[in-house]
């Protein structure tokens, strides 16, 4: 069964700080990758999706990596803003032949003036 | 392109009562939908898969008979929670996609239900 995990799940950083935050799966069996986020009581908006043939996806500032091998993803987020202020969660697309998604613990950044 | 709505928005109802949401695929033909579920300060919890005019597929656990699952069209699907008790208050979430195994699934903005 296929398990992600975030870390941290909280982080609380001052404005322009660069910052880095990980995702980590147990299946490797994995089609893409993507992390999405969430503003509190909303719904999600996707910020990136990296495909299992690909090492990063860049927007912005935001930079994702995938290391398909390890289990391992990472997204950061280039010069902080109050606004970047979210849960950000990744999901894993299994590659089983349908489009189950399965979702990362989350974290929640603050990001304070 | 590929917005999904979802009605109500909040929905508060008393013990044992019915409650139906709606999931609609504004500018798509949704082949697919899905129903998550989610726990504050918690992830997403996939609930169930349903394809437009069969079955749901429902995940381990999730009771069918009380999650009630309907994707009549290519653009609506409804969650019908029968009978609700405080512990189904939840956020629940949807999503579409064109159907394709691996299509992208746009989220709705999700539904904040409460039980007294």
């Known amino acids: 069964k296929q398990e992600v995990t975030q870390i941290p799940a909280a982080l609380s950083v001052p404005e322009g700080e660069n910052l880095v935050l990980n995702c980590s799966f147990t299946?490797?069996?994995?089609?893409?990758l993507q992390w999405f986020r969430q503003d509190p009581g909303k719904g999600l908006t996707s910020l990136l999706l990296i495909q299992s043939s690909q090492r990063e996806q860049t927007s912005g500032r935001l930079n994702a990596s995938l290391d398909k091998s390890s289990g391992r993803s990472t997204l950061y987020i280039a010069a902080s803003q109050p606004g970047d202020s979210a849960t950000y969660l990744c999901a894993v697309l299994m590659n089983t032949g349908f489009q189950k998604l399965v979702f990362g613990t989350g974290t929640r950044l603050l990001v304070s003036p | 392109g590929a917005v999904v709505s979802q009605h109500p928005s909040r929905v508060i109802c008393k013990s044992g009562t019915s409650v139906k949401i709606e999931c609609r695929s504004l500018d798509f033909q949704a082949t697919t939908m899905f129903w998550y579920r989610q726990f504050p300060k918690k992830s997403l919890m996939l609930m169930a898969t349903s394809n437009e005019g069969s079955k749901a597929t429902y995940e381990q656990g999730v009771e069918k008979d009380k999650f009630l699952i309907n994707h009549a069209s290519l653009t609506l699907s409804t969650l019908t929670v029968t009978s609700a008790h405080p512990e189904d208050s939840s956020f629940y979430i949807c999503s579409a996609s064109w159907g394709g195994s691996t299509d992208t699934q746009y989220f709705g903005p999700g539904t904040r239900l409460t039980v007294l």
């Open positions: 299946d490797s069996a994995i089609y893409n």
